[in-house]
C-alpha cells in the first residue's frame, strides 16, 4: 500500500520519513564538524556533503507537504493514548517541519550573503569567508540545537511507546505488517 489507512502509514510517507531521518542526522553531523572545523579545506569538504544533504531534505519535506495536502490522511491517533500525548506529538511534528525548513532558509541566505558556494563547489582556490559575519548564521546554530532536542523529543516518545506502552507504534512507521 502506497498510501496510509487509518491504523498504519503507507510505503510512500515511510519512506520519505526515514530517507529524511537520515539525511537530517547527516546533516546536523556535517554541519557541528563544519562549524567545529578550523583547516578550511576540511570545513569545506564537510559543507560538500552538508549542504547537498540538507537540499535533498529540503525537496524530501516539500514532497512530503504536498503528499499530506494533496494525496494522503494521516492514521488515526493510537487508541488509549491521553489527549495532551497527541497534542504534544502534533507540536513536536510540526516543530520539526518549521526548525528544518528554517535551517534549510537560514543556510541558503548564509551561502547567498557570503558568496561561499562557488569556493566551496567551484574549487576557485579563494578563502572561505567567516560565516559568523553573517546574520542568518545566528538562527542557524540556535535552531541547530533547538532540531537536536525535537529530534531526541521524537526519538524518546517513539522507544516510550515501543518499550514501556508496547503497543507497537513504531511498526505503523514500517513496511509490513508487524505484532
Ligand atoms: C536541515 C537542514 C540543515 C541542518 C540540520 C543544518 C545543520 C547545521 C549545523 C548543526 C551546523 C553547525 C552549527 C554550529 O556549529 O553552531 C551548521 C552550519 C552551517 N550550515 Fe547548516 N544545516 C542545514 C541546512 C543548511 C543549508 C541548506 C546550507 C547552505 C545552503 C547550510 C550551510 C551551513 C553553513 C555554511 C554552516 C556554517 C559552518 C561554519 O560556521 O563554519 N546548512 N548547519
Known amino acids: 500500500m ?3 489507512s487509518p491504523d498504519r502509514y503507507g510505503a510512500i510517507p515511510i519512506t520519505i520519513h526515514w530517507l529524511t531521518a ?35 531534505a529540503l525537496l524530501l519535506t516539500a514532497f512530503r507537504i504536498i503528499w499530506w495536502w494533496v494525496f494522503d490522511k494521516k492514521p488515526l491517533p ?21 526548525v528544518i ?8 541566505g548564509m551561502m547567498l550573503l557570503s558568496g561561499a558556494g562557488p569556493i566551496i563547489f567551484g574549487g576557485t582556490g579563494a578563502t572561505l569567508p567567516n560565516f559568523h559575519l553573517y546574520p542568518p548564521r545566528v538562527p542557524h546554530g540556535l535552531g541547530a ?11 524518546g516518545a517513539a522507544l516510550y511507546h515501543q518499550f514501556i506502552r508496547r ?8 513496511y509490513g505488517r508487524r505484532g
Open 2 to 4: 502506497l498510501k496510509s
Open 78 to 98: 493510537v487508541q488509549g493514548v491521553p489527549v495532551w500525548h497527541e497534542r504534544l506529538a502534533r507540536g513536536v511534528h510540526l516543530a520539526l517541519y518549521v
Open 145 to 155: 540545537n533547538l532540531l537536536l532536542a525535537l529530534l531526541f523529543a521524537h526519538i
Open 22 to 56: 537520515i539525511l537530517i542526522v547527516l546533516a546536523l553531523g556535517s554541519g557541528f564538524q563544519a562549524g567545529n572545523a578550523i583547516d578550511p579545506a576540511i570545513k569545506a569538504g564537510f559543507l560538500r556533503i552538508h549542504i547537498p544533504a540538507a537540499i535533498i
Open 167 to 174: 503497543d507497537g507504534l513504531l511498526w505503523r512507521m514500517w
Open 101 to 108: 525548513l528554517g535551517m534549510i532558509a537560514s543556510g541558503i
